[in-house]
C-alpha cells in the first residue's frame, strides 16, 4: 500500500510539473484575451486506468520477491555470524579475523545489494520508470487534447501538490481526460461546457 501511494504521489508531481510548464508556456503566448481555467484529479485517473493497476502489481510482485532475496541473504549473514561466534574458541585470532573480514564483506554486500535494488537509482527506481512513463504520456496527451479542444490556458491537477483552495466543479475535465482515454463511466454525464 506504501507502494502504491508513493507512485502516485511520484506520479501525481511529475505530472503537475509538466502540466504546469506546459501551463506557463501556453500562458505567453496569448496574454491579450481572458484566460480558461480546467482542473483534474490524476488520481482519479490512475485509479480508473488498467494498465496503471497493472504496473502496480508487477511493481509489487517484484519487490516481494527482492524482499525475500535481500531477507534470504540477511538470514545468511545471520548464520555465519552465529556459527563464527560458536566457533570462535576454536579458530586462532588470525583464522578468526579473517572469517570476521568474510563476514563484513557479505554485510557490505548485501548494503550495496540494497541499495542497488531500493537506492535512489535502483532497479525498482527504473522498472517503476519504465512501467509508468508510457502512462504519463498517455494522461498528458489526453489532457493537451481536451484542453485545446475545450480551449483552456490552464490545466490544473487537483490530486498535486500544488494546493487548490477552491475548485467549481464546473471546471473539472477529470472525465473528459478519462473519456479521451476511451474509460467512461456509465453513471456520469459528460456534458460540461
Not at 552465529?82 to 583464522?95: D, G, P
Request: no cysteine; charged share 30%.
Amino acid at each position: 500500500m506504501y507502494l502504491k501511494t508513493k507512485i502516485k504521489k511520484h506520479i501525481a508531481f511529475a505530472f503537475s510539473t509538466l502540466l504546469f510548464v506546459g501551463i506557463m508556456a501556453l500562458s505567453s503566448v496569448n496574454t491579450a484575451s481572458a484566460q480558461r481555467f480546467g482542473y483534474i484529479d490524476s488520481q482519479k485517473i490512475l485509479e480508473r486506468l488498467p494498465e496503471y493497476s497493472q504496473a502496480n502489481t508487477e511493481l509489487e510482485e517484484m519487490t516481494k520477491q527482492w524482499k525475500a532475496e535481500l531477507a534470504k541473504k540477511q538470514q545468511e549473514i545471520l548464520d555465519s555470524r552465529t556459527k563464527l561466534e560458536a566457533e570462535r574458541v576454536l579458530l586462532t585470532e588470525e583464522m578468526y579475523a579473517k572469517k570476521q573480514k568474510e563476514v563484513q564483506k557479505q554485510e557490505s554486500d548485501l548494503i550495496a545489494y540494497r541499495e542497488s535494488i531500493f537506492g535512489a537509482n535502483g532497479m525498482l527506481f527504473q522498472k517503476r520508470r519504465e512501467l509508468i512513463r508510457p502512462i504519463q504520456d498517455k494522461i498528458m496527451e489526453a489532457v493537451r487534447i481536451v484542453s485545446l479542444q475545450k480551449k483552456l490556458h490552464f490545466m490544473f491537477d487537483k490530486a498535486s501538490d500544488l494546493h487548490m483552495l477552491f475548485y467549481d466543479e464546473t471546471y473539472n475535465f477529470t472525465d473528459f481526460v478519462l473519456e479521451e482515454l476511451g474509460i467512461q463511466d456509465p453513471n456520469i454525464s459528460i456534458d460540461k461546457g
